[in-house]
């Protein structure tokens, strides 16, 4: 596994420590793609500050007023919604995956879902770059359908609860991030 997800002891990486170790850090040169709807999933993601600050970053996810907000001054990429059943913004984002992966190459894409990560996670994969899934703190008993349709383009799962590892087995519990 990289050492942008798992550090050289094999140890899952702390995601609410703060800036990387440099033998723990992705590569300087390529960013980390940081994919999610707005709002909560987003919030999610907002959670991660302390990991992602020292990091290179991209960001993809919805124009709404929270999203403009929480990422002012960081580069986003803003992606088309809705997402659920929306063939025409499925293709949409599936260009935008295409241009935001080749134009970033990024070292790894994370998400927390929801629907906009997807062509994200599906372009990431035939590209080789390493994919993680964060499943969101309010699904403990059944996987959200974002973690279902990305379960084979993932690289790494983190489940929030011990319990969402009943239909997540391989997931590395990393804790609420809320």
Do not use: K
């Not at 793609?33 to 959670?47: D, I």
């Not at 998400?111 to 703190?137: K, W």
């Not at 359908?145 to 009943?166: D, K, M, V």
Request: aromatic share 8%; charged share 15%.
């Amino acid at each position: 596994m990289p050492t942008a997800f798992i550090a050289p002891s094999g140890r899952a990486p702390n995601l609410t420590a703060g800036p990387p170790a440099e033998e723990d850090a992705p590569a300087q040169s390529a960013p980390v793609l940081l994919v999610a709807s707005s709002g909560g999933h987003l919030a999610q993601l907002m959670a991660l500050r302390p990991w992602w600050s020292g990091r290179e970053r991209s960001w993809v996810t919805f124009r709404t007023p929270d999203a403009e907000s929480l990422l002012n001054g960081e580069e986003v990429r803003w992606a088309h919604h809705p997402t659920t059943r929306n063939l025409p913004n499925l293709l949409r984002n599936t260009a935008l995956a295409v241009r935001v992966l080749a134009a970033r190459r990024p070292a790894a894409v994370v998400s927390t879902g929801a629907g906009v990560a997807l062509p994200f996670f599906v372009l990431a994969r035939l590209l080789r770059v390493p994919t993680v899934y964060i499943e969101v703190y309010d699904r403990i008993e059944t996987p959200t359908l974002t973690a279902r349709l990305c379960r084979p383009f993932t690289r790494l799962f983190l489940a929030q609860w011990e319990e969402q590892r009943s239909f997540m087995p391989t997931a590395i519990t990393v804790g609420p991030l809320l």
